[in-house]
């Protein structure tokens, strides 16, 4: 039960941040760096309890960590709280694999712990590995004697038990990884990772190893920082005689040294810091270094932020190893630790205060790497949205400048170039490298429409849409071009497609309307007021319940019930005062009491309209066609007239008329409608004519509060 608990919170993070303090990024960022605190602590007691440091040095190594600049990227940015969840879960998974008191439920919660790491951050099922490597080493004096003896001892058993469980597990959880994916690899462009994409395999490799060397670099002499190193970032080394291949093979020695040093170090296990260091900085790193899997990015400052554990604890060993080996060195020791935890500290100030906003982090990552094409890209859209052209004109030119092809730098500037000309220019050359471009395809058609050129614009939108079916705004633009008989798939798709957007309703009233529909016009602009004052609580330029209304009331006065307007105002009014409210109660008894009024009435109603008929009624001989003929004179009209008055005092012996006979209540409904027969003072006994005049409307206010219950 704690563990689902624990489960639940953590998926649940973000959303409490949101909860307590809704879009306030200093309490965001408050929580990164609590969570990072967090970090720091797993990792000292990780210095002590894994890699054997004496506790000042593993002090010191936490402090490296906790103040290490190339962490400014996973603690500032809300999408780096996945390394730092996946750093706690793993150093979690290995403290408590690795514990004295080991158990068999230490390896099934390690592993539980693994996967949770996994779930933040794919990188995190590593620990796994790392757990076993760190067990086969400390296990090593063992097997070695159990080799040469040929006798399996009882840790030796022990660690088979161990082993088989965790890569099982790690099978199981690599599956149900690839099941998430549904059994692929992501597809990535070679704007993402351009190396990965050039055909020549000793240039991918050259480059992927310099890549390597110089993540390391960055955990070393963290200066020059980026949120972003696609596109031209790091040149491609395409030549053996390239000077970067220093820096590759300088790493790759100093690899070979502590692998050597390792090596030898087994039977003794006098350097166990060196090992767990090395497993740190190698193990975690290998999905994201581009040499197993095609990873969609060059560098990643964020996914640093676990195999830096491993630079730290190698820093502060060396360290160790030097105060206790030259005693008369530990004041420079001392000094040199003091400067590099305030460079430290001054620079991840520094790098933080660039993260302040998206100006400042685009504009100072554009001078630390002005020949990165995608900054530049970024930049303009900023300076786009800020309303300032000239500018972002300028910076997408130069991202074109550095990576021609760019197709969504073209198709952005295209947007914002004076003349129809240039315009035109660029959206086919986005078309032109990216043919699945679908916003290129969208302003193209539009452009066409604006000069005229219909059949092309229709032609454009309709490959935009094939691109992507549920472009709205390309079936919006689509149905403008399109004739009268071809609308109404237009609109019926675009309901489909958004079913709480009043905009497509009234879209399609306005269509039924134009038709002569103004009954399925109503219902439309009604499910059109329904759904805005169902969506009230969204801030809205746009008052849409007043547009679906105005629609709806509209639609009500042409069709002559008034009644149905009445009510309609009477419910928007009382959503606009509030919910729940004294109005709306007021309005709910009112109309309960008018439902038990007119439960007996609509029966009285219906006698009146169709009154009961006996015999004598019913053979009544003046009871003709031609009694109420506009030829016939005045006189016999008086004299019929008289005739049925003095029938209606008449006791009929018939209990009920013949239903069938429509012919006869013709005749009947026609004597009692007194505009047809002249009579002007004579009331008529089945129906009074001060009931008649209310009832209608209450019937009609009836029929709407039915209807509106869907409010």
Known sequence: MELKQVIRKVTRLSGLNYALAGLRPWWWHASNVVLHAACSALVARTCVTIARLQRPFAALAALLFAVHPIHTEAVAGVVGRADVLACIFFLSSLLVYHRPTSSKKSVCLSVVLGALSMLAKETGVTILLLNLAIDFYRCWPFVKRSIFSMKIEKKCAGLSIRTIKVVVSLALLISVRLALLHGTWPVFSPQDNPTAFHPSFFVRLMTFCYLAAFNWWLLLCPWTLSHDWQMGSVPLITSSWDPRNLLTCAALGTLLLLCYRCFTDMEVQRHCPVFVGLLFLVIPFLPASNLLVTVGFVIAERVLYIPSVGSVIITAYGVQLMWYSKPGSKVFLVVGLVVLAASGVA????????????ATLLRADVAN????????YNLANFLRETEQPDYAIKHYKEALRLWPTYASAHNNIGTLVSGTDNAEHHFLQAI?????HVNAHYN??????????????????????????RFVQAHVELMSLKPETEKLSILRRLVELEPNNWEHYILYGNWLKNKGLLG?????????TRVSIRSKSLQRAVRADLISLRSTALVYRALGQKSRILQLLTRWHTWRRGWPSSAAAHMYWRDWRLKMELEGRVQIYSKAVNPTKSKTCFDHKHLVVEAVKEDIPLKTKNKVKKQLSDCENVNCACTSCNKK????????????NKSEIGLKDKKCRHRKENKDSDLMPKLGALTEHILMKTF
């Open 369 to 376: 790497l002005p020949q990165n094409a995608k900054l530049h």
């Open 520 to 528: 399925p016009a109503s219902k439309y602009y009604l499910e059109a």
């Open 661 to 672: 006979n429509l012919y006869l209540s013709t005749q009947i409904k026609n004597t009692h």
């Open 444 to 469: 193209l058609g539009k452009l066409y429409k604006k000069t005229g050129r219909m059949e092309q614009a229709i032609r454009m939108l309709e490959r935009c849409i094939t691109l992507q079916p």
């Open 432 to 436: 032109r490298y990216n043919k699945q």
């Open 347 to 358: 620079r991840t100030h520094r790098r933080n205060a660039d993260w302040r906003d998206r």
